[in-house]
């Protein structure tokens, strides 16, 4: 309380707290005040080979180990090999239950898994659940890398992880959605990019839901392959490394280069991918 002349008093307001969620890397936390704040869009750009997708494996192994269950699309890779490689980095997501949702494996409601997978087959198989007639009887089909299918993929996974209430959107759990990666779902149509974010975000953005959304980075032109992500992504990891042929050595770097609702460290890490720990950060200057 402030007392004023007058004589009456003003409340201060109290200071909003803020719910954090780990990025599964404890430097990374300490640069964003001690992780991402709940309900964000992460937008991670960059080039092939600078270590986004370990990346989203910290991520998802932090949801786990904190109880919360995890959406991972994957358009890059098998999951098989994304569990190959988190092993090698100290991460065995098969001591966990994982469910691809393109298999016809079925889930117990009072036992849901901790992982819902969802690659391109598991995309395939949504896209022909959606497709449907007119009123002419024509077919309306879905692409498996359409933004809609991808929609209907993680509606459908929060169901069968049961964290929707009836008539619900919103999951009442906290979940961690991972989409590795996004470009892929404009890469025959990158000048609609802008769009597809924002409908994806419309649809899918929930105050319980943390997401990584990874964006490849053009080769040629060394910018995000579409135009939009980085603008309605509330906070950008961007990664980089250094020209090899000039340097006859593979360097990596990342940068916050935003994140609302939190103070950020603004100077730039050097990245190694270790055995046994994989994403390591080491401050610059």
Avoid at 14 to 32: C, F, P, Q, Y
Avoid at 239 to 259: A, Q, S
Avoid at 266 to 278: C, D, H, N, T
Wanted: charged share 25%.
């Amino acid at each position: 309380m402030i007392k004023s002349r007058e004589g009456s008093t003003t409340k201060i307001p109290k200071k909003e707290i803020i719910h954090r969620i780990s990025t599964g890397v404890s430097e990374l936390d300490r640069a964003l005040e001690g992780g991402i704040p709940k309900g964000s869009w992460v937008a991670i750009t960059g080039e092939p080979g600078t270590g986004k997708s370990i990346l989203c494996m910290h991520f998802a192994w932090a949801g786990i180990k904190a109880g919360d269950p995890v959406v991972y699309v994957t358009t890059e890779a098998e999951f098989r090999d994304v569990l190959k490689q988190a092993k090698m980095f100290g991460m065995d997501f098969e001591q966990y239950r994982i469910l691809d949702i393109s298999s016809s494996k079925q889930y117990q409601e009072a036992n849901p898994p901790h992982i819902v997978v969802i690659d391109i087959f598991g995309l395939l198989k949504i896209a022909r659940q959606i497709s449907s007639t007119d009123e002419e009887g024509k077919k309306r089909f879905h692409y498996a890398l359409s933004i809609e299918t991808l929609i209907a993929s993680i509606n459908e996974a929060y169901k069968i992880l049961g964290v929707l209430r009836e008539g619900s959107k919103t999951p009442q759990k906290h979940v961690r959605l991972i989409i590795d990666s996004i470009s892929a779902f404009w890469a025959d149509k990158p000048a609609m990019a802008r769009r597809y974010s924002y409908d994806l975000k419309v649809a899918t953005h929930r105050e319980n839901v943390t997401a990584y959304l990874v964006s490849q980075y053009a080769m040629t032109t060394k910018s995000t392959f579409g135009f939009g992500l980085e603008h309605i992504a509330d906070g950008v990891f961007h990664l980089w490394m250094d020209d090899v042929e000039k340097t006859k050595e593979v360097k990596r770097y990342m940068i916050i280069k935003k994140m609302r609702m939190t103070n950020h460290v603004r100077k730039a890490f050097l990245v190694e991918i270790e055995p046994g720990k994989g994403f390591v950060l080491t401050p610059l200057g």
